[in-house]
């Protein structure tokens, strides 16, 4: 289970949980669910920090990082 902690554009923090990683990348896809500008507290996997940084960056991230691990199988 994936687990997006982020603020928002009022500073708030807020958490967002994803199945698999599939589901995640999905909830990425459209720029009208996280604006690339708001900043990602952590991005866990099973308990285990994997990212933190903007929304915008998280893209190149998972292209650079083997996600394979992530993935359902």
Known sequence: MFELTYKD???VERTLKYEDYEALMLALSGCVTLPDTLYVTSLTFN???VYQGL???LYRFRLFVN???LKKS
Request: with cysteine; aromatic share 8%; net charge negative.
């Open 67 to 69: 996600c394979s691990g």
């Open 55 to 57: 929304v915008g960056d």
């Open 9 to 11: 554009s009022y500073h």
């Open 47 to 49: 308990g285990q920090e």
